[in-house]
T-cell receptor, first 118, second 116 residues
Framework: AQKVTQAQTEISVVEKEDVTLDCVYETRDTTYYLFWYKQPPSGELVFLIRRNSFDEQNEISGRYSWNFQKSTSSFNFTITASQVVDSAVYFCALSGRADLGGAQKLVFGQGTRLTINP | DAGVTQSPTHLIKTRGQQVTLRCSPKSGHDTVSWYQQALGQGPQFIFQYYEEEERQRGNFPDRFSGHQFPNYSSELNVNALLLGDSALYLC???????????????FGPGTRLTVT
């Protein structure tokens, strides 16, 4: 069975601080995909990034960066120089490979509520 | 480029009633997945439709059913509503053609269902 754990329920920091959101996953699949989504108060889940299990290269996109380590089954998300607009609930998710048409289901963690205070 | 749309935005129903939620996928997408998100929880997968067939199903009772139309839009039906069905229902679309699967799923704004 697949499982995603986000141990940090809530994080609160002051604007301009760096913050890291932790994600640990469990899967028996050899090919799998990891995701981060942002859910602002409006409720719509916004796709941020996808990583493939066979590509452990870290990625940076502006103030966002992701650290994928298969050895520890972790896929952590860092926001550098946080801003008030970063306040949201962030979800880490996992899916397997789709072999027969249709994408695989997403298995989500419980989410981390991030509050950036001015 | 039209994103995923859902209707209605909010809905209030009474226990025992039936409800139908609707979803139109992002332009160019052919696969629709439905998720239930209870307050303070992560989304839980209900089922997925591709080529007008239910391809995968999560751990939800038969009271939850769906349909996909030839234009790829989808409906989620819930019968005999329970108080515990109160949640945000999210629709997500993706591209599911074998060999061209896009693993990213793009979500709509959701339908907030309240059962009283």
């Amino acid at each position: 069975a697949q499982k995603v754990t986000q141990a940090q329920t809530e994080i609160s920091v002051v604007e301009k601080e760096d913050v890291t959101l932790d994600c640990v996953y469990e899967t028996r699949d050899t090919t799998y995909y990891l995701f981060w989504y942002k859910q602002p108060p409006s409720g719509e889940l916004v796709f941020l990034i996808r990583r493939n299990s066979f590509d452990e290269q870290n990625e940076i996109s502006g103030r966002y960066s992701w650290n994928f380590q298969k050895s520890t089954s972790s896929f952590n998300f860092t926001i550098t120089a946080s801003q008030v607009v970063d306040s949201a609930v962030y979800f880490c998710a996992l899916s397997g490979r789709a072999d027969l048409g249709g994408a695989q289901k997403l298995v989500f963690g419980q989410g981390t509520r991030l509050t950036i205070n001015p | 480029d039209a994103g995923v749309t859902q209707s209605p935005t909010h809905l209030i129903k009474t226990r025992g009633q039936q409800v139908t939620l609707r979803c139109s996928p992002k332009s160019g997408h052919d696969t629709v997945s439905w998720y239930q998100q209870a307050l303070g929880q992560g989304p839980q997968f209900i089922f997925q439709y591709y080529e007008e067939e239910e391809r995968q199903r999560g751990n939800f009772p038969d009271r939850f059913s769906g349909h996909q139309f030839p234009n790829y839009s989808s409906e989620l039906n819930v019968n005999a509503l329970l108080l515990g069905d109160s949640a945000l229902y999210l629709c997500a679309s993706s591209l599911g053609i074998t060999g061209r699967v896009s693993y990213e799923q793009y979500f709509g704004p959701g339908t907030r269902l309240t059962v009283t």
